[in-house]
């Protein structure tokens, strides 16, 4: 099946930097990539779409200057939290639907942020 | 506006007796029903999919689900569960007829098999 990889698998950062996360396609190319956040034992919250060449799609109420969201490639979409803080400690997961099917998504394995 | 249920936060089952996790879902179109499983600190695994056709879709891991329109339910299932099946279990739908649509999930079911 489609392979997607996120880069790093957890990181810890002081507030107030900034943190980067990769998501990748790693065989095949995907034009829309999603982007959720996850908190302990709870569901997948949808963040943003991710266009490959264009402005992502920001859910209501996610704020778009503060989780920077760039498509640059057909294989690669970042994710940059910008000025951190505690409270956005949290899981962030990235997925791409399957280029073979058009239906079901594939998820990266997910990035585990620790603000302090 | 779609929508899905997951009504229990927690299933426990005895090894090697059958398992179910229900879910429930709203969708204006034609729904693309999906389930995935999460373990700890990871991603998620896509483990079956109902698109179209046969009502009882078979997946990953020997699990199974049943598409039911009238309950508007797609029940996950397995006839034997196993210890390592322990995770937590998301459902998932999406508008068949949007293509660029956005995949909605479940608040999730913790799976427990006890040996």
């Known amino acids: 099946g489609a392979v997607v990889s996120q880069h790093p698998s957890w990181v810890i950062c002081k507030s107030g930097t900034s943190v980067k996360i990769e998501c990748r396609s790693l065989?095949?190319?995907?034009?829309?990539m999603f982007w959720y956040r996850q908190f302990p034992k709870q569901s997948l919250m949808l963040m943003a779409t991710s266009n490959e060449g264009s402005k992502a799609t920001y859910e209501q109420g996610v704020e778009k200057d503060k989780f920077l969201i760039n498509h640059a490639s057909l294989t690669l979409s970042t994710l940059t939290v910008t000025s951190a803080h505690p409270e956005d400690s949290s899981f962030y997961i990235c997925?791409?639907?399957?280029?073979?099917?058009?239906?079901?998504?594939?998820f990266g394995q997910g990035t585990r942020l620790t603000v302090v | 506006a779609q929508s899905v249920a997951q009504p229990e936060d927690q299933v426990n089952v005895a090894e090697g007796n059958p398992l179910t996790v229900k879910c429930t879902y709203s969708?204006?179109?034609?729904?693309?029903l999906f389930w995935y499983v999460q373990y700890p600190n990871r991603g998620l695994q896509f483990l079956l999919k109902?698109?179209?056709?046969?009502?009882l879709v078979k997946g990953s891991y020997g699990f199974e689900a049943e598409f039911n329109k009238s309950q508007t339910s797609f029940h996950l299932k397995k006839p034997s569960a196993l210890v390592s099946d322990s995770a937590l279990y998301f459902c998932?739908?999406?508008?068949?007829?949007?293509?660029?649509?956005?995949?909605?999930f479940g608040q999730g079911t913790e799976l427990s098999v006890k040996p």
């Open positions: 998932a739908v999406r508008d068949g007829g949007n293509q660029g649509g956005k995949l909605i």
């Open positions: 969708v204006s179109g034609n729904p693309y």
């Open positions: 109902y698109i179209t056709g046969d009502n």
């Open positions: 997925s791409a639907i399957s280029p073979l099917t058009n239906t079901e998504a594939f």
């Open positions: 065989d095949f190319q995907a034009t829309t």
